[in-house]
């Protein structure tokens, strides 16, 4: 059983930077993805960004190309997400799930992560 550990979450000035860090108490061969999602209260949970252990091929919401970059630190276990030039309509809680690569390929949908943290709020004010 993967425990993850999520932090960094606050108040951020659009155009600034926030860095969102994950920690998992382990990582195997089997759960080789580690991704952060994001919720608004009432919604469903979205990808935001996706990386596999190995370091090949992080993935990317369309929505944040280009802004956020999400690395991982396999000697540490974490996986964290910096937040650059963030924008209002990023304010959400954000949450860090584990799960396994499909055909090498990071996973996007929420329901195929087995794994969570406890979410952190960010908050992008204009």
């Known amino acids: 059983h993967v425990q993850l550990q999520a932090s960094g979450g606050g108040l951020v000035q659009a155009g600034g930077s926030l860095r969102l860090s994950c920690a998992a108490s382990?990582?195997?061969?089997?759960?080789?993805?580690m991704a952060w999602f994001r919720q608004g209260t009432g919604t469903y949970r979205k990808f935001v960004a996706g990386?596999?252990?190995?370091?090949?091929?992080?993935k990317y919401s369309d929505s944040v190309k280009g802004r956020f970059t999400i690395s991982e630190d396999r000697a540490k276990n974490t996986a964290d997400l910096q937040m650059d030039s963030p924008k209002p309509e990023d304010t959400d809680t954000y949450f860090c799930?584990?799960?396994?690569?499909?055909?090498?390929?990071?996973?996007?949908?929420?329901?195929?992560?087995?794994?969570w943290g406890q979410g952190t709020l960010v908050t992008v004010s204009s």
């Open positions: 990386i596999r252990w190995s370091g090949n091929g992080a």
């Open positions: 799930a584990v799960s396994k690569s499909l055909l090498g390929e990071v996973v996007t949908s929420a329901p195929l992560y087995p794994y």
């Open positions: 382990e990582i195997t061969d089997n759960w080789d993805v």
